[in-house]
């Protein structure tokens, strides 16, 4: 059973909740145009983060099946009150751990998507060569679905890999 | 040449805006939770749990 949670909103479309080891989340999603920009779909782009708001035990949060059900009950609520939004997920590299990242990822994607949805996996290569995972979670009845793929394509073509 | 400097060029944006807006979002939640607003939301849910047990 998931968490019960809270929508505050702001600029960043927050949420969050508290575990009952009084671990609090918060999740943002974040209007992200420049991603697309000049694209007639920017509008509809945001990044979607989740961190730890609240840890007052010192320790590292524990393994809770309840968190990962209830960041999918808030991703479902996000995307049910606009259906043509779609999500953009970075993992971050700084510690050489993206591609744990982007696997931790895709199995909290696969577990509790409902099949209404589509994730597209790219990576985005630095000219140092470092590469970023990057995911996108849209809805499969957006009407713009062609094209928004398209584009969120296009941001990992360069000339290395043409 | 100039041309693929500039698409290279347009990656590193990318990878730059898309890492240091996940920073910048990071450290807002931090703040938050120490915001009066943020502290009454979290009130308010403990009580919704409370009654929900």
Request: proline residues 4%.
């Given at each position: 059973?998931?968490?019960?949670?809270?929508?505050?909103?702001?600029?960043?479309?927050?949420?969050?909740?508290?575990?009952?080891?009084?671990?609090?989340?918060?999740?943002?999603f974040k209007p992200s145009p420049y991603l697309l920009a000049g694209n007639e779909f920017s509008e509809l782009i945001y990044e979607f983060v989740i961190d730890v708001a609240i840890n007052n035990s010192g320790k590292n949060p524990p393994l809770d099946n309840e968190v990962s059900l209830t960041i999918a009950e808030i991703f479902k609520e996000f995307f049910?009150?606009?259906?043509?939004?779609?999500?953009?997920?970075?993992?971050?590299?700084?510690?050489?751990?993206?591609?744990?990242?982007?696997?931790?990822?895709?199995?909290?994607?696969?577990?509790?998507?409902?099949?209404?949805?589509?994730?597209?996996?790219?990576?985005?290569?630095?000219?140092?060569?470092?590469?970023?995972?990057?995911?996108?979670?849209?809805?499969?009845?957006?009407?713009?679905?062609?094209?928004?793929?398209?584009?969120?394509?296009?941001?990992?073509?360069?000339?290395?890999?043409? | 040449?100039?041309?693929?400097?500039?698409?290279?060029?347009?990656?590193?944006?990318?990878?730059?805006?898309?890492?240091?807006?996940?920073?910048?979002?990071?450290?807002?939640?931090?703040?938050?939770?120490?915001?009066?607003?943020?502290?009454?939301?979290?009130?308010?849910?403990?009580?919704?749990?409370?009654?929900?047990?």
């Amino acid at each position: 059973m998931p968490y019960q949670y809270s929508f505050i909103g702001g600029l960043n479309n927050s949420y969050f909740f508290e575990t009952v080891n009084k671990i609090v989340y918060e999740i943002k999603f974040k209007p992200s145009p420049y991603l697309l920009a000049g694209n007639e779909f920017s509008e509809l782009i945001y990044e979607f983060v989740i961190d730890v708001a609240i840890n007052n035990s010192g320790k590292n949060p524990p393994l809770d099946n309840e968190v990962s059900l209830t960041i999918a009950e808030i991703f479902k609520e996000f995307f049910n009150a606009y259906s043509e939004n779609v999500c953009i997920y970075i993992c971050d590299s700084s510690d050489n751990r993206q591609d744990i990242r982007r696997k931790k990822f895709d199995q909290w994607f696969y577990k509790y998507q409902n099949d209404s949805f589509i994730k597209i996996d790219e990576i985005l290569v630095d000219s140092n060569k470092n590469r970023y995972p990057v995911s996108m979670v849209i809805l499969k009845r957006n009407p713009y679905i062609k094209q928004i793929i398209a584009a969120f394509i296009e941001l990992s073509e360069n000339e290395a890999n043409k | 040449m100039e041309t693929r400097e500039k698409k290279k060029r347009t990656t590193d944006e990318i990878i730059a805006y898309l890492l240091q807006s996940k920073r910048e979002m990071q450290e807002e939640i931090k703040r938050d939770a120490n915001s009066p607003e943020f502290q009454e939301a979290l009130a308010k849910l403990r009580e919704l749990n409370n009654n929900r047990k």
